[in-house]
């Protein structure tokens, strides 16, 4: 299956593109009519005692798996408007979705793209610490996290983007099971003052801008707390070749220095990178760009001095090098992930 999340096992990850996900160890029987398959699976992490099923169409367009033993769902939808042969925009939606009982955690991809406009909307649900980076000591980074994203972008280089994240905390809750007590996750019972939402509102436009040098932007950021930023930019935007770094200056007193690159040798090879400063003692969470896909970008808010991420994504070899230094302290954190893959 295509789902990223499914019997996922954590000890294992690859970031070459045409190698599959490690999955705990596992046994499939299915039958396969024209493009389509429909099976059972045993598994021992999920489904050891009682067979899961699984379901998946043609063109891999949608796929679902279900445990009972676990009562755990795993759907995946991978739309493409080229393989229906559509007029139009170039349309990219993609959604994976794994949960147990009402809980459902997930991401969501959706793109609208033309010679005129590119039109994007993302989410995630899941773990606090795939969407914050925040101070240990921060309640906020204990729970349940949440984060839609829209943005437009211009082919005249404007563009508008609207997010909001949120966390939500975990309960304590008494249960007449074995154990005593166990962690609940948030539910709309939980007072909303339990809660913290993160919000950003933001615009960019051209002073001036030749597509050979690139130009100067003008951006203005409005954050939750009513805080507005307003920031000046340079960017160079070519087909394989992205390029923007600037500065910004809140009324709060806050700054930011930052700025992100990407280099398309082909439609394989990919450089890019990212990186942002912020001033000590700033008092609102900045947003940087810490991982990216092929043509997704994943966002996380932190309160981290500095941050820096290089990642070189190819058919053979990927690498991965990031760094942070935590707020108030000297403390680095250096992650460097490298695979390779040879055929044989």
Same mark, same amino acid.
């Given at each position: 299956?295509? @789902?990223?999340?499914?019997?996922?096992?954590?000890?294992?990850? *690859?970031?070459?593109?045409?190698?599959?996900?490690?999955?705990?160890?596992?046994?499939?029987?299915?039958?396969?009519?024209?493009?389509?398959?429909?099976?059972?699976?045993?598994? !021992?992490?999920?489904?050891?005692?009682?067979?899961?099923?699984?379901?998946?169409?043609?063109?891999?367009?949608?796929?679902?798996?279900?445990?009972?033993?676990?009562?755990?769902?795993?759907? +995946?939808?991978?739309?493409?408007?080229?393989?229906?042969?559509? =007029?139009?925009?170039?349309?990219?939606?993609?959604?994976?979705?794994?949960?147990?009982?009402?809980?459902?955690?997930?991401?969501?991809?959706?793109?609208?793209?033309?010679? $005129? &406009?590119?039109? $994007?909307?993302?989410?995630?649900?899941?773990?606090?610490?795939?969407?914050? /980076?925040?101070?240990?000591?921060?309640?906020?980074?204990?729970?349940?996290?949440?984060?839609?994203?829209?943005?437009?972008?211009?082919?005249?280089?404007?563009?508008?983007?609207?997010?909001? =994240?949120?966390?939500?905390?975990?309960?304590?809750?008494?249960?007449?099971?074995?154990?005593?007590?166990?962690?609940?996750?948030?539910?709309?019972?939980?007072?909303?003052?339990?809660?913290?939402?993160?919000?950003?509102? /933001?615009?960019? =436009?051209?002073?001036?801008?030749?597509?050979?040098?690139?130009?100067?932007?003008?951006?203005?950021?409005?954050?939750?707390?009513?805080?507005?930023?307003?920031?000046?930019?340079?960017?160079?935007?070519?087909?394989?070749?992205?390029?923007?770094?600037?500065?910004?200056?809140?009324?709060?007193?806050?700054?930011?220095?930052?700025?992100?690159?990407?280099?398309?040798?082909?439609? *394989?090879?990919?450089?890019?990178? /990212?990186?942002?400063?912020?001033?000590?003692? @700033?008092?609102?969470?900045?947003?940087?760009? /810490?991982?990216?896909?092929?043509? !997704?970008?994943?966002?996380?808010?932190?309160?981290? +001095?500095?941050? &820096?991420?290089?990642?070189?994504?190819?058919?053979?070899?990927?690498?991965?090098?990031?760094?942070?230094? $935590?707020?108030?302290?000297?403390?680095?954190?250096?992650?460097?992930?490298?695979?390779?893959?040879?055929?044989?």
């Amino acid at each position: 299956m295509e @789902n990223f999340y499914f019997l996922r096992d954590n000890d294992f990850y *690859t970031a070459l593109p045409e190698i599959e996900q490690g999955i705990h160890k596992a046994g499939f029987f299915g039958l396969k009519w024209k493009e389509w398959s429909l099976g059972t699976y045993f598994s !021992e992490q999920e489904a050891k005692h009682k067979p899961g099923i699984y379901l998946l169409s043609p063109l891999k367009l949608f796929e679902f798996a279900y445990s009972p033993e676990m009562k755990k769902h795993y759907a +995946s939808l991978n739309f493409q408007s080229k393989n229906f042969f559509l =007029a139009g925009p170039k349309i990219v939606s993609r959604i994976q979705t794994f949960g147990e009982r009402k809980e459902i955690d997930g991401t969501f991809y959706s793109s609208a793209t033309s010679e $005129k &406009f590119e039109l $994007k909307l993302t989410g995630y649900r899941g773990k606090n610490e795939d969407l914050f /980076a925040l101070d240990p000591d921060r309640k906020e980074l204990k729970g349940k996290a949440e984060l839609v994203r829209l943005e437009f972008i211009s082919r005249s280089i404007f563009n508008l983007e609207w997010i909001r =994240a949120w966390s939500h905390p975990l309960r304590k809750q008494s249960d007449s099971g074995p154990e005593a007590e166990k962690f609940q996750p948030f539910n709309p019972t939980i007072p909303e003052s339990d809660s913290k939402r993160w919000e950003i509102i /933001a615009g960019k =436009a051209p002073i001036f801008y030749d597509p050979f040098w690139g130009g100067i932007f003008l951006s203005l950021r409005n954050y939750t707390n009513e805080t507005l930023g307003r920031g000046i930019y340079y960017g160079l935007y070519k087909k394989r070749f992205t390029i923007e770094a600037g500065q910004e200056w809140r009324i709060n007193g806050d700054k930011i220095t930052e700025g992100k690159w990407s280099f398309r040798m082909n439609e *394989t090879w990919n450089l890019e990178g /990212a990186f942002l400063f912020q001033k000590e003692g @700033n008092h609102t969470d900045s947003l940087f760009e /810490a991982r990216t896909a092929r043509d !997704e970008t994943s966002s996380i808010f932190t309160d981290r +001095s500095s941050s &820096f991420r290089l990642r070189l994504l190819s058919p053979y070899v990927a690498l991965t090098v990031s760094h942070s230094r $935590k707020k108030e302290s000297k403390n680095d954190s250096i992650w460097i992930n490298l695979q390779t893959q040879f055929y044989f």
